[in-house]
């Protein structure tokens, strides 16, 4: 099994696109509208806001290859790139996905590592992100890696407010 992980430049956007309109789409397609998904795929995954996200200061992506092929991505911020204020001393994982035919390989483990020892050198002591509250595969798989329920906030999917619970993990 060979894994591989990489920093993702803006060379890569394409690539970061369709990981992600194709992951976000997977995950949550059978309890969202098709006019919400639409309307929060477009705004968030369109080629001028990922080159955005790709260039903000303290924000990186990682692509994870198995035997070769993508399939998945991490989008880590620290300091005033995070989505929430949580001080100085924490990392966000804003996003992690892993493409369906690739899940229940350890993928997931590896970027929760690359995650922490991302977080480790830029000096922190601890890792948060956000998961909806639907979300029972990732709240379980969070659980698991020592996260642990520390608050919520609100995501908009298109329309509609929805909750996240905010987990968090000391290093």
Same mark, same amino acid.
């Given at each position: ?13 394409? =690539? ?31 080629? @001028? ?25 991490? @989008?880590?911020? /620290? ?16 996003? /992690?996905? /892993? ?11 590896? =970027?929760?590592? !690359? ?18 509250? @639907? ?8 659980? !698991? ?23 968090? @993990?000391?290093?």
């Amino acid at each position: 099994m060979t894994v591989e992980i990489k920093t993702c430049g803006l060379e890569d956007v394409g =690539l970061l696109q369709e990981l992600s309109i194709e992951t976000f789409n997977d995950t949550f397609k059978e309890q969202n509208t098709p006019e919400n998904m639409k309307a929060y795929l477009d705004k968030a995954f369109n080629l @001028k806001r990922l080159e955005e996200e790709l260039s903000i200061p303290g924000t990186e992506f990682h692509l994870i290859y198995f035997q070769g092929e993508p399939a998945g991505y991490l @989008k880590l911020n /620290v300091n005033d790139a995070q989505s929430e204020k949580m001080g100085g001393n924490s990392l966000e994982i804003e996003r /992690v996905y /892993v493409r369906q035919q690739f899940h229940r390989k350890g993928l997931g483990k590896h =970027l929760m590592n !690359k995650a922490a020892e991302t977080a480790r050198l830029h000096g922190k002591t601890e890792i948060w992100l956000g998961v909806w509250e @639907k979300n029972e595969n990732a709240k379980d798989f969070y659980r !698991k890696q020592g996260f642990e329920l520390t608050g919520a906030h609100s995501f908009f999917m298109g329309d509609e407010e929805q909750t996240d619970f905010i987990l968090t @993990k000391r290093l």
